[in-house]
């Protein structure tokens, strides 16, 4: 599996997360894990559905099954109070 995506005892579980940030955001990671083919069709349906754009998710990567490549999409949005 990528090192990228395994947390760091002095990191967050999501990359590029700031701590003064994170208590007035909710987080969320989506993880599409597949075929190549599989993991850009899904990503170019969720463009078409208005769900996030392309350049939004992580580079492919390869996943811990060696026949699978997975990319990831981290949302941050303000807490309703």
Known sequence: MSQE??????????????????SEQDVVCVTVTGSPKSVRETILTLYRLGFAEVGDWSPVQRAANPKQVMSVLIRRRKRKA
């Open 5 to 22: 995506f395994l947390p760091d005892d002095n990191e967050s579980d999501c990359p590029n997360d700031e701590s003064a940030a994170e």
